[in-house]
């Protein structure tokens, strides 16, 4: 079992930056790929970025490109979501998700994922 917990949101301005920070719980942590998924309201939770399990290959959805980048500290089983020049479009609750699979890297696809945490809260003001 994996236990996942998001913690960094909160209430920003467009331009602002952010930094999510993901904690896990479990031995395995280090041989999952790790990835962010976000909910807006009326919305289908959409991919966000995910980071192979030693930090090799990461993969980001078009719209944060250049904007987002994903990290991890596998000493310390904590997954970042680095987040700067946020744009009010990005307001959304964020998750963190687990692939235990070690099947597929890096996946956009939610049901890839089988571990998720609870999620935080961003919102970006204009």
């Known amino acids: 079992q994996v236990q996942l917990v998001e913690s960094g949101g909160g209430l920003v301005q467009a331009g602002g930056s952010l930094r999510l920070s993901c904690a896990a719980s479990g031995r395995t942590f280090n041989n999952y790929t790790m990835g962010w998924f976000r909910q807006a309201p009326g919305k289908e939770r959409a991919f966000v970025a995910a980071?192979?399990?030693?930090?090799?290959?990461?993969n980001f959805a078009d719209s944060v490109k250049d904007r987002f980048t994903i990290s991890r500290d596998n000493a310390k089983n904590i997954v970042y979501l680095q987040m700067n020049s946020l744009r009010p479009e990005d307001t959304a609750v964020y998750y963190c998700a687990a692939d235990s699979s070690q099947i597929t890297i890096c996946s956009s696809r939610p049901y890839d994922y089988d571990y998720w945490g609870q999620g935080t809260q961003v919102t970006v003001s204009s």
């Open positions: 980071i192979s399990w030693n930090g090799a290959h990461t």
